[in-house]
């Protein structure tokens, strides 16, 4: 699964094209969208939690939920088999990027 991490302003003015609502900040990428307008500009710092608990996955942005969805929910064929990770319990935690600069500082990872 891939939460989608992304400059709102930039997406909005077309630098990576015409994006779906599930290319947003927050969204889980190219399955559900989350909702727009918690992101501050570029250049200063945003606020982050994520939860996933079971199948629910919360994304809370600068104190506003932009993302509260149930994974399994999720039940189109098409769309489980180009994202299998939907249907995983486990695995790893990443932090990847397209060449853009990001920055992050004070994560913090804990077990519920």
Do not use: C
């Not at 939860?51 to 098409?78: F, H, M, W, Y």
């Amino acid at each position: 699964m891939e939460l989608q991490i992304i400059d709102e302003a930039a997406a909005l003015s077309g630098k990576w094209g015409k994006l779906k609502d599930s290319q947003y900040h927050g969204s889980v990428y190219d399955v559900i969208g989350a909702k727009r307008g918690a992101m501050k500009p570029a250049g200063t710092w945003n606020v982050q939690e994520v939860t996933a608990k079971g199948k629910r996955i919360t994304v809370v942005l600068n104190g506003q939920t932009i993302l509260d969805a149930d994974l399994s929910t999720v039940t189109d064929p098409e769309v489980l088999k180009k994202h299998p990770g939907l249907q995983r319990t486990s695995g790893h935690i990443g932090f990847l990027g397209h060449n853009d600069y990001v920055e992050f500082r004070n994560i913090r990872i804990k077990e519920l």
